[in-house]
């Protein structure tokens, strides 16, 4: 019998894979964004060791060009090529410097480290850019510097395959504009990315691991989206948008933040679409927030709130989300949280309470005029703890907390319009319980 359950198991886990491989959607991105590179990728030579490199200006990089020898004439077609260098910096202030240059180049394969003299110019890194335009950095591996790749002013600049570990701040972009950074690996850095006044920028397919701050976004201009990176491990929060305006983070896996997985302060216009954010402090936190949509992501095993409205945050939409077990509340409103749309959202097993355990709500709302459902439509949510009573009236489905908020129109089933995925996710979460606690039966059984 237990060989039988065991089997049921594994075959849940499969086909879970699979349909949820089935059920992925597309990411809506412009994938020729990120592989322009790939055009000079080629097998790397033999690494060969090179003392740090200063370059000032178009002439300068075509000077030093001719006298090392890098392929290329500076065209978009046929970029400089600086490649296959293992360059230590002996903690001096850099490693590759490269400053007021129009002319296309690429730092490619090379191996780059010890740039710790944070006092000095540049201020302790890998790779400085500095009033660059249209650069590609892709495959370097650096290690043990204040800051791995740091661009102050720049444009059109592509940062992809890169490895940074051991840093104060892995990649940090301040004052510029088109940026791309995809596939790269960042751990063991105070801040994995750190935005500063970027506009029109890509932060995709990132993998970033045990930092402090995982991507912080400070006082964006416009036009950033932020997506299908995966965050784990991080020691505060795993997004941070402060002070930020339309701002996309699309379909982001964020797992253990200690603190929060996506935290919001002073922010505006900002969409969280297709998220996971699985075991954090907080899911989602909002300070001073205001319209924002949040739509369709899974918010789960969080140890406090799946999300915390708070400070004046308002006129917000949480729409047809996910929300499972989340220890406190799966949603918080206070103080003075007012003006938000809540509804087409799936509430399983929040705040410790039980499938069919009426009369505990899995909310809570200390603010004003928010709403739990849509009034035109009639619907609200869906919560697995409703009893199916006084549906269109206040007692349908209160909500805890001293707004005497409710839920008039609690939806019987499932939002139809919730992902493949959310609805495949919440029904492996209970076949896999119930099969993993006969498991744990049986093995009960058979030692006794």
Request: hydrophobic content about 35%; charged content about 10%.
């Amino acid at each position: 019998m237990m060989n039988m359950y065991r089997y049921q198991l594994s075959l849940v886990l499969v086909l879970g894979v699979l349909c949820l491989t089935i059920c992925g959607e597309g990411s809506g991105i412009n994938e020729e964004l990120h592989t322009g590179w790939l055009a000079h990728a080629g097998t790397a030579s033999q690494m060969s060791t090179h003392s740090p490199i200063s370059i000032n200006g178009d002439a300068d990089l075509v000077s030093q060009a001719l006298a090392n020898g890098w392929a290329g004439n500076g065209t978009p077609e046929n970029p400089y090529i600086i490649e296959n260098y293992t360059i230590d910096a002996n903690g001096g202030t850099h490693c590759i410097y490269i400053k007021n240059t129009t002319l296309c180049f690429v730092l490619r394969n090379c191996t780059l480290a010890n740039a710790t003299d944070s006092g000095g110019l540049p201020p302790g890194s890998g790779v400085f850019l500095e009033n660059v335009t249209n650069a590609t950095l892709t495959g370097l591996n650096i290690n043990y510097s204040y800051t791995g790749i740091c661009t102050f002013n720049a444009l059109n600049i592509t940062c992809t395959n890169c490895t940074i570990t051991n840093t104060e701040m892995g990649i940090y972009l301040c004052f510029c504009a088109q940026m791309n950074l995809t596939g790269n690996n960042i751990s063991s850095a105070d801040y994995g990315i750190l935005e500063y006044r970027v506009d029109s920028s890509i932060t995709y397919q990132n993998t970033i691991t045990r930092c402090n701050y995982g991507i912080w976004i400070y006082r964006d201009i416009s036009q950033l989206n932020v997506s299908r990176n995966n965050i784990t491990a991080t020691q505060y929060t795993a997004i941070r948008l402060e002070s930020a305006e339309s701002v996309v983070l699309y379909q982001n896996y964020i797992e253990n933040a200690r603190l929060y997985g996506i935290e919001m302060y002073e922010t505006n216009e900002i969409t969280i679409h297709e998220n996971s954010i699985f075991y954090a402090s907080h899911g989602i936190s909002m300070n001073m927030s205001t319209n924002t949509t949040i739509t369709q992501n899974n918010i789960s095993y969080n140890y406090a709130y799946g999300i915390q409205m708070y400070n004046n945050s308002s006129s917000n939409l949480v729409f047809g989300n996910v929300f499972y077990s989340n220890l406190v509340y799966a949603i918080n409103l206070t103080d003075n949280a007012s003006s938000n749309l809540i509804y087409h959202n799936s509430f399983y097993q929040n705040a410790v309470v039980r499938r069919g355990v009426s009369g505990n709500s899995q909310c809570y709302d200390d603010g004003s005029n928010n709403y739990w459902y849509n009034a035109s439509s009639q619907h609200g949510n869906y919560w697995d703890n409703w009893d199916g009573n006084a549906w269109g009236t206040p007692d349908a489905y209160r909500i805890d907390g001293t707004a005497g908020a409710y839920d008039m129109y609690p939806l019987g089933t499932v939002y139809e319009g919730s992902t493949c995925s959310q609805i495949l996710f919440a029904c492996l979460i209970v076949i896999i319980a119930m099969v993993a606690g006969k498991l744990r039966t049986e093995d009960a059984t058979q030692v006794k």
